[in-house]
């Protein structure tokens, strides 16, 4: 079994990002990365630090706006219409969730697609959908396709089978591995809560993607020997033996699944840290799109 290292990849990712950056400012130019934060949630307040952190890191310009709960969706989307027309930012990230009360969909219909730095936007996801490479793809999926690439697991004519059909993960990634070219030409399979026959599905499949959101959901019995299992889950379960009293766990049950993999990623230190390098890389596009540099 191979354990698949996020957080190295990761690293080689931010390396490379680093020197394009430095590259892009020596043209004149600094990428600038706007994160906006509505309400306390303790999770998205603890990402948006570490967005914040890695872009100081990788020496881009970091601007992070941290709004009430209360705040009201018009004068959101008056935020992001600012951050639209401000010269110094090429990526726009309205962290999710917001508060019930905001429509999400249009907050992110508001952001200029070539700043969605996550992909969501309508323009993005029509652009996945045809193959287009002048769109973003969200971080997930693409820290997703990069691990397979990096691991040097091969994609084109490889069964996937991806748990979940979500906007964030599922359906963009399916979409991503689906497309032509390199880290595409899967053959690729969707299953979700209502599929029947689930584990007999992801047995047949070469490369299992568990984005399900439910703890420890992928058994033994649905992976086959010698699969590639990536864990995109990220999940809290009680731990008294921890100070914190909990512990985080992904989608599958890796103590028992590992032993009949060929690769797997672990949780924590798999997919999550390639999610924050993709979000950099997508940003130091965006800025390179925006001011027609090479």
């Not at 354990?3 to 400012?25: P, V």
């Not at 603890?46 to 709960?69: I, N, Q, T, W």
């Amino acid at each position: 079994m191979n354990l698949i290292d996020g957080k190295l990849i990761a690293q080689k990712i931010h390396t490379e990002t680093r020197a394009a950056a430095e590259r892009t400012k020596a043209q004149g130019v600094t990428p600038g990365l706007a994160v906006v934060l509505v309400g306390d949630d303790p999770a998205s307040r603890a990402y948006v630090r570490s967005k914040d952190k890695m872009c100081r890191e990788l020496g881009l310009h970091s601007v992070k706006h941290e709004l009430a709960a209360t705040t009201t969706q018009e004068d959101l989307i008056a935020l992001v219409q600012q951050l639209n027309d401000d010269p110094a930012i090429h990526g726009i990230l309205v962290q999710s969730p917001p508060p019930s009360h905001i429509d999400e969909s249009a907050v992110i219909a508001a952001i200029d697609p070539r700043k969605d730095v996550d992909g969501f936007h309508p323009i993005n996801v029509a652009k996945l959908t045809l193959g287009d490479p002048t769109g973003f793809v969200p971080c997930t999926p693409l820290g997703c396709q990069r691990l397979l690439v990096e691991s040097g697991i091969e994609i084109a004519g490889a069964h996937v089978v991806v748990l979940g059909r979500s906007m964030i993960v599922g359906k963009p990634l399916a979409l991503l591995l689906m497309n032509k070219g390199k880290g595409g030409d899967a053959t690729v399979t969707v299953v979700h809560s209502r599929s029947k026959n689930l584990a007999e599905i992801t047995r047949s499949a070469d490369i299992v993607i568990a984005a399900i959101g439910r703890a420890h959901f992928v058994k033994a019995e649905h992976v086959r020997e010698g699969a590639v299992v990536i864990d995109v889950g990220i999940n809290r379960v009680d731990d008294p033996s921890n100070a914190k009293g909990y512990k985080l766990v992904g989608d599958v049950d890796f103590d028992n699944v590992a032993p009949k993999c060929r690769a797997i990623t672990p949780v924590p230190g798999g997919v999550g840290p390639m999610t924050i390098a993709m979000l950099m890389a997508n940003t130091i596009a965006a800025c390179r799109r925006i001011h027609s540099l090479d």
